[in-house]
């Protein structure tokens, strides 16, 4: 079974642009996580989907926001880039969601913003 | 708030040797803790994973303990090998929450 596919894996953006990471979960996986890695701040929560439902939502500014798509597939968007917005985000899926449903990563989409 | 402290930040071992990560979590209503290890360029791989209501949990080399009276689990990794070098991150989780995680340990495992 195919892992957690995100895309694009790098990207560059200058501050003011918006992007987009793309993120398709494991195949019968319904639930998608969304974390943003930096060095300094660690692994931290920005939001899950389920059944195309957000549930939960970090402390993250209004700029970052996603989507969840029929087909489980989720989009995450940031707009008016910092250059604080350069980190390593990553996608999780699980079967479903709560606590209890082990939570499969991608290997991360690298956001550079200059 | 919620939090979970990770020691140690860094581990050094020599191969063979065994290596013990502690974490300390604070909502006393978590009930799920995994362990994740992260290679360079790669994302977080779950290893291992305990709930609540179990004291101890085994796979081969690795083993996790949870003590929840103290709000304590740990991870075991005995007879260390190389490949095993990486950084390595807990995290807990309670129903309807968002995982929390360490903030890692970058265990090096020298030949």
């Known amino acids: 079974k195919a892992g957690v596919t995100q895309t694009p894996r790098y990207l560059i953006k200058t501050r003011g642009q918006q992007v987009t990471l793309s993120c398709s979960p494991i195949?019968?996986?319904?639930?998608v996580s969304w974390y943003q890695q930096t060095p300094g701040q660690g692994l931290q929560f920005l939001f899950e989907?389920?059944?195309?439902?957000?549930?939960n939502k970090g402390n993250f500014p209004g700029r970052f926001s996603g989507r969840q798509f029929s087909n489980s597939r989720s989009e995450m968007n940031v707009s008016t880039l910092e250059l604080g917005d350069s980190a390593l985000y990553l996608c999780?899926?699980?079967?479903?969601?709560?606590?209890?449903?082990?939570?499969?990563f991608g290997p991360g989409t690298r956001l550079t913003v200059l | 708030g919620e939090n979970v402290e990770q020691h140690p930040s860094t581990l050094s071992v020599q191969e063979g040797d065994s290596a013990v990560i502690k974490c300390t979590y604070s909502d006393s209503a978590s009930n799920y803790f995994p362990w994740y290890k992260q290679e360079l360029g790669k994302g977080p791989q779950l290893i291992i994973d305990?709930?609540?209501?179990?004291g101890e949990k085994k796979d081969q080399r690795i083993a996790v303990t949870l003590n929840k009276t103290a709000k304590h689990f740990s991870l075991h990794i005995t007879e260390t090998q190389p490949e095993d070098s990486a950084v390595y991150f807990c995290a807990a989780q309670k129903e309807g929450g968002k995982l929390i995680f360490g903030q890692g340990t970058e265990l090096s495992v020298k030949p």
């Open positions: 999780a899926s699980s079967l479903g969601p709560g606590a209890s449903q082990p939570q499969y």
């Open positions: 305990i709930r609540s209501n179990v």
């Open positions: 195949s019968g996986h319904r639930s």
């Open positions: 989907y389920f059944s195309e439902t957000q549930r």
